[in-house]
């Protein structure tokens, strides 16, 4: 695959949509930067993984975003930055990731380490438009991204087997797909015995089953990813303290 010519973020910042239209003609230039053509690090590389999450207080019109880095084998953390800001997008299904990206650029840009991997709360391909948090993120950063989200959003799956690691696809019968079948856009994922799935998909520079075994990996003992839980906890106590 080519690589589409390089986009800058920070033209991207400046000239951030102000309305449905707008947002969506973005995605739509976006999406062919989206790298679709590499496996991505191994599970416990040598180097960090950072969760990404974010807290709102709509009344105020705020948002704090977390990054939190782990230690990609032991899983310690390692790094951690918050930031600040205003909302920057209403809320509109399908757009979420423009309310986001601003200040979690932020945040990722005050870490100490660059990330090996970035974990978003959220989805990749598994988007309506196949470019959600996970991979715009990934575009902008340039890093390799993946989505992991708490529910299917509007996709269907087949519950996976009880046991850790059992997946099942994550499909797309809206005419997306090829014809004649539905499209993977992601998997339901089971990271914990007799507890409910998470939802993977692909966001930059990840293929889906190396996006399945980093999950897995870093979810030892709970149903989220310990990048998710911790880079929740942490935006919470920022948007607290804003």
Not at 124 to 150: M, Y
Request: net charge negative; charged share 25%; glycine share 10%.
């Amino acid at each position: 695959m080519d690589t589409p010519t390089t986009i800058s973020r920070d033209d991207e910042l400046r000239h951030w949509p102000a309305d449905e239209a707008q947002a969506r003609a973005v995605q739509d230039r976006l999406r062919p930067h989206v790298r679709l053509d590499e496996s991505g690090p191994e599970p416990g590389f040598d180097g960090t993984v950072v969760g990404v999450d974010v807290a709102y207080d709509d009344e105020r019109d705020v948002v704090a975003a977390a990054a939190v880095a782990l230690d990609a084998r032991t899983l310690a953390v390692v790094d951690e930055a918050t930031a600040v800001g205003r909302v920057s997008f209403p809320y509109v299904p399908g757009l979420l990731a423009f309310r986001e990206i601003p200040t979690v650029l932020d945040a990722l840009a005050r870490l100490t380490r660059t990330p090996g991997l970035v974990v978003c709360d959220g989805y990749g391909l598994a988007h309506p438009r196949r470019f959600g948090l996970a991979s715009h993120l990934g575009v902008l950063t340039g890093l390799p991204s993946i989505g992991v989200a708490k529910n299917p959003f509007t996709f269907r799956y087949a519950a996976p087997g009880g046991e850790r690691g059992a997946t099942s696809p994550l499909l797309d019968d809206t005419g997306a797909a090829a014809p004649g079948g539905a499209e993977e856009v992601g998997r339901a994922l089971r990271t914990q015995k007799g507890v409910k799935p998470v939802f993977v998909s692909v966001g930059h520079r990840v293929d889906l089953e190396r996006a399945c075994a980093h999950t897995l990996h870093l979810a030892p003992r709970y149903r989220l990813p310990e990048t998710t839980r911790a880079a929740d906890a942490l935006c919470r106590r920022a948007l607290a303290a804003a």
